[in-house]
């Protein structure tokens, strides 16, 4: 009897027990994302989920959002090494310098290519992180920083994102 009852007590404890740990704090949501971060990368196995499962427990958070931003570019960039007849390109050293038989120089750059639909995603990621927090800088600057990186010699989306920075501080100061 008794064991049957202690049997029974366990199985209507489980559920409980795992909506407990269903409902995790929006810390350590980010505690979790970190960690998993740093072993596997800002885009590997499992970070999707926890993202996911993020939003369904606190779809106002913009750190979620900036982890959602992170996970989308990091997927949507990809490089490759291109040679090259100049000494610099965007402003970066040749990754190899290189002379052949004839004497020819080649400078070899590292170059970078974007999804335009994951590009896409990480930028309404993060500008759903600046609209829950309008004056965190840091959310800007990483959509600034991903716009030039994105746009490489002909930055007009950066400056238009500039631009409304400063009109948006000179407005409201």
């Given at each position: 009897?008794?064991?049957?009852?202690?049997?029974?007590?366990?199985v209507?404890?489980?559920?409980?027990?795992?909506?407990a740990?269903?409902?995790?704090?929006?810390?350590?949501?980010?505690?979790?994302y970190?960690?998993?971060?740093?072993?596997?990368?800002?885009?590997?196995?499992?970070?999707?989920?926890?993202?996911?499962?993020?939003?369904?427990a606190?779809?106002?958070?913009?750190?979620?959002?900036?982890?959602?931003?992170?996970?989308?570019?990091?997927?949507?960039?990809?490089?490759?090494?291109?040679?090259?007849?100049?000494?610099?390109?965007?402003?970066?050293?040749?990754?190899?310098?290189?002379?052949?038989?004839?004497?020819?120089?080649?400078?070899?750059?590292?170059?970078?290519?974007?999804?335009?639909?994951?590009?896409?995603?990480?930028?309404?990621?993060?500008?759903?992180?600046?609209?829950?927090?309008?004056?965190?800088?840091?959310?800007?600057?990483?959509?600034?920083?991903?716009?030039?990186?994105?746009?490489?010699?002909?930055?007009e989306?950066?400056l238009?994102?500039?631009?409304?920075?400063?009109?948006?501080h000179?407005?409201?100061?």
């Amino acid at each position: 009897m008794k064991r049957t009852l202690t049997l029974l007590l366990m199985v209507l404890a489980l559920p409980m027990m795992a909506s407990a740990q269903e409902a995790l704090s929006q810390n350590e949501f980010l505690r979790r994302y970190t960690n998993l971060a740093e072993r596997v990368g800002p885009a590997g196995l499992g970070v999707e989920t926890l993202l996911n499962k993020w939003e369904a427990a606190w779809p106002e958070d913009p750190q979620l959002y900036l982890a959602r931003f992170n996970f989308c570019y990091t997927r949507c960039r990809t490089s490759h090494i291109e040679d090259m007849s100049v000494d610099k390109y965007l402003g970066q050293a040749p990754l190899l310098p290189m002379t052949d038989s004839l004497g020819n120089k080649h400078n070899y750059f590292e170059v970078f290519d974007y999804d335009d639909d994951l590009f896409a995603q990480a930028n309404s990621a993060i500008g759903q992180a600046i609209t829950l927090k309008p004056w965190h800088l840091d959310y800007r600057m990483a959509r600034i920083d991903a716009l030039l990186a994105y746009e490489k010699d002909q930055p007009e989306m950066t400056l238009q994102e500039l631009k409304a920075l400063a009109d948006k501080h000179y407005r409201e100061h």
